[in-house]
């Protein structure tokens, strides 16, 4: 029997290094309007996911794939693929 799909989270990081320039939280806003119509795919923003590059990182769970500074359409492409 096959497993229904998990639902996909986006853990955007708007810790210190990631959102030095209000990057971090642009995308996070970006990324919650795109998800208003997106059935299975959640948002929630993180301090810090110990990942620095110094671009806003976001972690797909439960895949854990990381992206850093990901184009935000793209993104909900990807997450509801997963
Ligand atoms: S401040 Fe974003 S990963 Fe560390």
């Given at each position: 029997m096959?497993?229904?799909p998990q639902d996909c989270r986006l853990l955007v990081c708007v810790g210190p290094r990631c959102d030095a320039q209000?990057?971090?939280s642009a995308l996070l806003a970006r990324l919650r309007a795109l998800l208003e119509d997106?059935?299975?795919v959640s948002c929630q923003s993180r301090d810090c996911l110990r990942l620095c590059t110094g671009e806003p990182v976001v972690?797909?769970?439960p895949?854990?794939?990381v992206l850093a500074n990901p184009d935000p359409e793209e993104l909900m492409r990807l997450a509801?693929?997963?």
């Open positions: 096959r497993e229904p209000g990057r971090g997106a059935a299975g972690r797909l769970e895949s854990g794939d509801r693929r997963l």
